[in-house]
């Protein structure tokens, strides 16, 4: 990936974002494991929350395209593994924190 690293959103949109995924990871977030290059994170699998986390990572698509983001549905459960290059490990474990 020859991406820079740098989020695109101005400061204030950032601080906003940043406060969205906490509060979604707060109700939903049940498991995060390391995994090659960087995280899998393991949520709840509601209908609500599969909507939330569904524009989450699209949201952050758009402003972050250093981050290779893979959401699926495992069970009862969705399934989000993020990575993206070793410079980017801050990043990554940043979001939903």
Do not use: K, S, Y
Not at 2 to 20: H, S, V
Not at 24 to 36: D, Y
Request: with cysteine.
């Amino acid at each position: 990936m020859d991406q820079p690293i740098a989020c695109t959103l101005p400061p204030g949109e950032l601080r906003a974002r940043i406060a969205a995924l906490a509060e979604l990871a707060g109700r939903t977030l049940e498991a995060r494991t390391p995994i090659l290059g960087g995280e899998r994170l393991t949520f709840a699998g509601g209908a609500v929350v599969e909507r939330d986390l569904r524009a989450a990572v699209e949201a952050e698509r758009a402003c972050c395209a250093f981050l290779a983001l893979d959401l699926r549905r495992e069970g009862d459960r969705l399934v989000l593994d993020v990575t993206g290059p070793a410079e980017a490990e801050p990043v990554i474990a940043e979001l939903f924190a």
